[in-house]
């Protein structure tokens, strides 16, 4: 009943620029925090950027001062600015909603949450 649908994903020399986009779909009250999560081959999936609906971010080290996360809360959208990319970026990055209320018929409340969704992932990869 919610999915997550990212795009935006693709190939771009060392040095460029990337957004991704990450729109929420389906009857949605509200959504907690949003981020994006990175699994390079070999490698375990870790947390690139998080925002919280009031707008509190949180960083990888490692992306802190090229990456910018950012939402559209009426939207239930959230976005990630890649700059200055290096070849270590290259992954299949993922999108993540936390505490995602939406509209359920199941229950006398009208309302149900899931605690995690996660989207099909987009490929990024950084080569010359």
């Known amino acids: 009943q919610v999915q997550l649908v990212e795009s935006g994903g693709g190939l771009v020399q060392p040095g460029g620029s990337l957004r991704l986009s990450c729109a929420a779909s389906g009857s949605i009250f509200s959504i907690n925090a949003m981020g994006w999560y990175r699994q390079a081959p070999g490698k375990q999936r870790e947390l690139v950027a998080a925002i919280t609906r009031g707008g509190t971010t949180n960083y990888a080290d490692s992306v802190k001062g090229r990456f910018t996360i950012s939402r559209d809360n009426r939207k239930n959208t959230v976005y990630l600015q890649m700059n200055s990319l290096k070849s270590e970026d290259t992954a299949v990055y993922y999108c993540?909603?936390?505490?995602?209320?939406?509209?359920?018929?199941?229950?006398?409340?009208?309302?149900?949450?899931?605690?995690?969704?996660w989207g099909q992932g987009t490929q990024v990869t950084v080569s010359s």
């Open positions: 993540n909603a936390e505490d995602v209320w939406y509209e359920s018929s199941s229950y006398e409340s009208g309302m149900a949450k899931y605690l995690e969704v």
